[in-house]
């Protein structure tokens, strides 16, 4: 079936730990995108790539990385998670940057203790 | 800043009734607005996408209109069903270089009640 998959679905995790979030598309879109949603905010964007090779920063960048090895998988990083990245993250890609149709996952639950 | 703020945070409404959601945004250069769905606990479904010289847009029993002089969109949703129950999210990508930053509003909270 065709679409956006992320793992896991929810996860617990300690302060100080390393956590990656997996994300895998099937669609052959170039754009891929990470977000947060927090309750009461919108949702907001923490890391983007255009294209396999390429990644860019979004507006909440700090304390994450990714990486685009190719065009199916965008996974994120938290290097030493921190309570503040306790949220609902949400993997997302599209046929080009911005202008297309951003198609989302369902989301991964992270807790950060 | 870019912003895109909607009204109201939260509606209720009687299955079968109609609605209107509202958007007001500051995105400037602007390229298009979408309105999404967004179910509890799922991520964000496209509804409509609309560029700046469109006013209105349809999906089955969902119409958004644009107004790009007054930086206004509404997404009207006749005949309510309980289905319609979720958040819906107005989302506006800028034109040019930042295409890729998209401003998203807070939401709206949408519940059909029986």
């Known amino acids: 079936i065709a679409g956006i998959t992320q793992a896991p679905t929810s996860q617990i995790l300690a302060a100080g730990r390393r956590m990656t979030l997996r994300c895998t598309q099937d669609?052959?879109?170039?754009?891929m995108y990470w977000y947060r949603q927090d309750l009461g905010l919108g949702l907001r964007l923490i890391h983007y790539?255009?294209?396999?090779?390429?990644?860019g920063k979004g507006e909440v960048p700090d304390g994450y990385s990714v990486s685009r090895a190719n065009t199916d998988d965008f996974p994120l990083t938290l290097a030493s998670a921190v309570p503040s990245q306790t949220s609902v993250y949400f993997c997302?890609?599209?046929?080009?940057?911005?202008?297309?149709?951003?198609?989302f996952g369902p989301g991964t639950r992270l807790t950060v203790l | 800043k870019n912003q895109v703020e909607q009204s109201p945070q939260s509606l209720i409404i009687l299955e079968g009734k109609n609605c209107t959601l509202q958007c007001n945004y500051t995105v400037s250069p602007f390229s298009n607005l979408r309105w999404y769905k967004q179910d509890t606990g799922r991520g964000p479904v496209s509804l409509t996408i609309?560029?700046?010289?469109?006013n209105t847009k349809s999906n089955g029993r969902y119409t958004a209109t644009l107004d790009a002089d007054t930086k206004q969109s509404s997404l009207h949703i006749t005949a309510s069903q309980l289905s319609d129950s979720a958040s819906y999210i107005c989302v506006v990508i800028p034109s040019g270089a930042g295409s890729y930053q998209l401003t998203f509003g807070k939401g709206t909270k949408l519940s059909v009640i029986p």
């Open positions: 997302a890609s599209s046929t080009d940057r911005g202008l297309g149709t951003q198609y």
């Open positions: 609309m560029t700046f010289s469109e």
């Open positions: 790539s255009n294209t396999a090779g390429t990644t």
């Open positions: 669609m052959r879109h170039n754009a």
